[in-house]
């Protein structure tokens, strides 16, 4: 990835002692992605933001979006995993987990690529023991009839919501100076407001899933297709 902008935005993350969700692609095959040399001390890099309380997400095996179908959450129609078979997904499952054991990182949430996944992606991951799932609308973060805990993912920049929990999604590889000055006020103005993946999870843990969800889900995914283009979906 893009190392120079990273270390910039690592520092502030440190300076404002936030602790975000961080994607990791075990296997990157993405030439999308590939816009640096590699990192010779990449999973020394992971282990350390895990050893700092920072959370480890799990972003699909090699991020090659291979099919051209959007899955449960309907944002973009290209994914790595959606309709493929049920072996088909644990397997690429199963080598990924397997590369975050060998280098020592636990997995806490899974951050599907161009947020495209399936039914059988989640029955793969419960099979795997990863049930938390950093995507979808919601009014807030709830249980699924299989167990699952769904964590909305319903934002690319901050904005200012009056209740609820929002995940803000960034991709930073091809930040300019402006983008960067953007992403500090906000995580300064926002700071107070802003949680943990753990903490999270300990409050909302028994919260199911209901039926205003579903139509919150409707209504905000019906606004964001009128207010603007697709979002970044790596």
């Known amino acids: 990835m893009n190392w120079d902008i990273w270390s910039e935005v690592e520092q502030i993350l440190v300076e404002l002692k936030l602790s975000p969700i961080v994607a990791v692609v075990p296997d990157n095959e993405d030439p999308d992605l590939k816009v640096g040399p590699a990192h010779p001390g990449f999973w020394g890099e992971v282990r350390k933001w895990q050893t700092s309380g920072w959370t480890i997400g799990l972003h699909g095996y090699q991020h090659k979006l291979i099919t051209r179908e959007s899955g449960v959450v309907g944002i973009a129609q290209r994914s ?15 080598r990924a987990t397997e590369i975050f054991g060998r280098e020592g990182v636990t997995l806490d949430v899974w951050v599907a690529p161009s947020h495209s996944f399936d039914q059988r992606t989640l029955f793969a991951l419960k099979q795997l023991g990863l049930k938390v799932i950093s995507d979808g ?30 995940t803000v999604c960034f991709h930073h590889n091809r930040w300019t100076k402006k983008d960067m000055a953007s992403f500090r006020a906000d995580v300064q103005t926002y700071r107070e407001q802003i949680s943990d993946l753990r903490s999270v999870v300990n409050l909302y843990s028994c919260r199911h899933h209901q039926v205003f969800d579903d139509l919150y889900a409707g209504v905000h995914m019906a606004t964001r297709l009128l207010r603007r283009p697709n979002p970044p979906t790596a």
């Not at 790595?80 to 199963?94: I, N, V």
């Not at 919601?138 to 699952?148: C, Q």
């Open 137 to 166: 609308f919601a009014l807030a973060p709830h249980r699924d009839a299989n167990g699952l805990l769904w964590i909305p993912q319903q934002l690319w920049k901050f904005r200012w919501r009056p209740f609820g929990v929002w």
């Open 80 to 94: 790595e995993f959606t309709g493929l078979s049920q072996q088909e997904q644990q397997a690429k499952l199963h």
